[in-house]
């Protein structure tokens, strides 16, 4: 009876604590979802009318170029593939891998009203599948990682991971900025106040933006404004942020309300007018949202599951960006705008060539003496986790290879917070041939690369030759 009473009290508790990071992250990326790269279903692709080419510029290879040519046919196409790339049969099947982590790669476009309609085209539902999605994965205890992955304006060119494959690189311009500090304020909001949203515990605000410094100007503002925007919609609701308060009580429990008095009676002081001027302009769209998506605690923050100011109330966001060696020629350092919990996103792949010779000894000499971890650690940017990592390769790896190539990068990536693999899965069909051999996680674990507990190892001992 008392380990009953016990058991009750530590469930009641567990109810009212958001996510915080994983003391080791054991994950997987949910590619292809919400941003759909052709390359990873060709076969699904094809049959929606898709393309695949060279230059993926050249057809319809991305969400942007088959909404732009299917404009009456394009939600209902994607909402079904929203509907069985991912199910809950997989929520079940990564659960029962020991997955505590998903990344989810989202596109700008998910807040539908950030779209100018006439010059860009995505499809729409995408947030109540995330939703879905979510509300799926929190059942389990998988937490969660929101990233920005396809920008306003697009972030690199010519790569379908952007959602539209173009030359024309905008992102880094004051109005994609200030839509991307829009999305910010929205998921963020999502985040504390949608129940469905309580398995997320950090907003990722860039996935890999342009690596030379020098093309991304004004990156190192934007950064700080992302972690402000986070921090200002946590203070308003009542989450202790360091050394930020409201002079003023905020009296009304109508979150679009508790904005506006905000920005005009107490935050002068603590944001500058970037800021203030995001949240002011996602408050229509946040009503939007409340009214269709029925999220009642939007106009009632009381009602959120969680008790606001009260400890053990909400925890903050952690903060995400890619680490500050991500990019070359004097990158801004996310590290010096931190303000609370942030972490630190590192992509390592080496088949797409320039990490280490195209053999085995020169991959696994190269990932068992990985220095990225001490490196950045010694810049402030820690925790650092390895958010995207596969069992590719340049050269036609055996099984026994991949076996060791599975074990040391675990390894490597182990001595951060811990990795995400990418991908969950990949699609199993002819036209996809072997592709789910070194991208997919579900198949690398059925052929043995990768083992049941993900914090194990076949072979503990994998680097002990190289180093
Ligand atoms: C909440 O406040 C906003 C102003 O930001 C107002 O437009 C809206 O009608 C209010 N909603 C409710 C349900 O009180």
Same mark, same amino acid.
């Given at each position: 009876?008392?380990?009953?009473?016990?058991?009750?009290?530590?469930?009641?508790?567990?109810?009212?604590?958001?996510?915080?990071?994983?003391?080791?992250?054991?994950?997987?990326?949910?590619?292809?979802?919400?941003?759909?790269?052709?390359?990873?279903?060709?076969?699904?692709?094809?049959?929606?009318?898709?393309?695949?080419?060279?230059?993926?510029?050249?057809?319809?290879?991305?969400?942007?170029?088959?909404?732009?040519?299917?404009?009456?046919?394009?939600?209902?196409?994607?909402?079904?593939?929203?509907?069985?790339?991912?199910?809950?049969?997989?929520?079940?099947?990564?659960?029962?891998?020991?997955?505590?982590?998903?990344?989810?790669?989202?596109?700008?476009?998910?807040?539908?009203?950030?779209?100018?309609?006439?010059?860009?085209?995505?499809?729409?539902?995408?947030?109540?599948?995330?939703?879905?999605?979510? #509300?799926?994965?929190?059942?389990?205890?998988?937490?969660?990682?929101?990233?920005?992955?396809?920008?306003?304006?697009?972030?690199?060119?010519?790569?379908?991971?952007?959602?539209?494959?173009?030359?024309?690189?905008?992102?880094?311009?004051?109005?994609?900025?200030?839509?991307?500090?829009?999305?910010?304020?929205?998921?963020?909001?999502?985040?504390?106040?949608?129940?469905?949203?309580?398995?997320?515990?950090?907003?990722?605000?860039?996935?890999?933006?342009?690596?030379?410094?020098?093309?991304?100007?004004?990156?190192?503002?934007?950064?700080?404004?992302?972690?402000?925007?986070?921090?200002?919609?946590?203070?308003?609701?009542?989450?202790?942020?360091?050394?930020?308060?409201?002079?003023?009580?905020?009296?009304?429990?109508?979150?679009?309300?508790?904005?506006?008095?905000?920005?005009?009676?107490?935050?002068?002081?603590?944001?500058?007018?970037?800021?203030?001027?995001?949240?002011?302009?996602?408050?229509?769209?946040?009503?939007?949202?409340?009214?269709?998506?029925?999220?009642?605690?939007?106009?009632?923050?009381?009602?959120?599951?969680?008790?606001?100011?009260? #400890?053990?109330?909400?925890?903050?966001?952690?903060?995400?960006?890619?680490?500050?060696?991500?990019?070359?020629?004097?990158?801004?350092?996310?590290?010096?705008?931190?303000?609370?919990?942030?972490?630190?996103?590192?992509?390592?792949?080496? #088949?797409?060539?320039?990490?280490?010779?195209?053999?085995?000894?020169?991959?696994?000499?190269?990932?068992?003496?990985?220095?990225?971890?001490?490196?950045?650690?010694?810049?402030?940017?820690?925790?650092?986790?390895?958010?995207?990592?596969?069992?590719?390769?340049?050269?036609?790896?055996?099984?026994?290879?991949?076996?060791?190539?599975?074990?040391?990068?675990?390894?490597?990536?182990?001595?951060?917070?811990?990795?995400?693999?990418?991908?969950?899965?990949?699609?199993?069909?002819?036209?996809?041939?072997?592709?789910?051999?070194?991208?997919?996680?579900?198949?690398?674990?059925?052929?043995?690369?990768?083992?049941?507990?993900?914090?194990?190892?076949?072979?503990?001992?994998?680097?002990?030759?190289?180093?």
């Amino acid at each position: 009876m008392k380990a009953f009473s016990a058991l009750a009290c530590i469930l009641s508790f567990m109810q009212v604590v958001t996510a915080s990071i994983p003391d080791k992250i054991y994950g997987v990326n949910l590619g292809s979802w919400l941003v759909l790269e052709s390359w990873m279903l060709p076969a699904e692709w094809q049959a929606m009318g898709g393309q695949q080419c060279d230059d993926c510029s050249q057809c319809i290879a991305t969400e942007f170029a088959y909404a732009q040519a299917f404009p009456n046919t394009v939600d209902a196409n994607f909402d079904q593939h929203w509907s069985t790339w991912f199910t809950q049969d997989d929520v079940n099947q990564l659960a029962a891998a020991g997955i505590n982590t998903v990344r989810i790669p989202l596109g700008y476009w998910i807040v539908e009203a950030l779209v100018d309609r006439q010059t860009e085209f995505y499809p729409r539902g995408g947030l109540s599948q995330l939703k879905r999605g979510l #509300s799926q994965l929190k059942a389990v205890g998988i937490q969660a990682i929101l990233d920005h992955h396809g920008l306003p304006g697009v972030q690199t060119a010519n790569q379908q991971f952007t959602g539209r494959c173009t030359s024309d690189v905008e992102f880094y311009t004051e109005t994609n900025y200030h839509r991307a500090l829009i999305w910010t304020a929205v998921m963020a909001t999502l985040s504390h106040l949608d129940s469905d949203f309580g398995s997320v515990f950090a907003i990722e605000a860039v996935n890999e933006p342009i690596m030379n410094a020098q093309q991304t100007p004004g990156y190192g503002d934007f950064q700080n404004n992302f972690v402000r925007v986070v921090r200002a919609i946590e203070i308003i609701m009542g989450i202790p942020v360091p050394g930020n308060a409201l002079s003023t009580p905020i009296t009304t429990s109508n979150f679009t309300a508790a904005i506006t008095t905000a920005i005009n009676t107490n935050f002068n002081d603590y944001f500058n007018d970037e800021v203030r001027s995001a949240l002011q302009d996602s408050i229509p769209i946040l009503e939007g949202l409340a009214n269709q998506l029925n999220i009642p605690a939007i106009f009632d923050f009381h009602l959120s599951s969680a008790p606001l100011n009260s #400890s053990p109330g909400k925890q903050l966001l952690t903060t995400n960006f890619m680490d500050v060696n991500w990019q070359y020629n004097n990158p801004a350092n996310p590290a010096s705008v931190a303000l609370g919990s942030q972490g630190y996103d590192n992509h390592l792949y080496y #088949s797409f060539g320039g990490v280490a010779d195209a053999n085995e000894d020169a991959y696994l000499s190269s990932i068992c003496n990985l220095q990225r971890v001490q490196q950045d650690a010694s810049q402030g940017d820690s925790p650092l986790w390895f958010g995207e990592w596969a069992l590719s390769t340049q050269f036609s790896a055996s099984d026994d290879f991949l076996v060791k190539w599975a074990d040391a990068q675990k390894l490597a990536y182990s001595q951060g917070q811990g990795w995400i693999f990418w991908n969950f899965k990949t699609e199993t069909s002819t036209q996809a041939g072997d592709l789910g051999r070194q991208w997919s996680y579900l198949e690398g674990l059925q052929r043995g690369y990768l083992t049941q507990n993900p914090s194990q190892l076949n072979n503990p001992s994998v680097c002990d030759p190289y180093r």
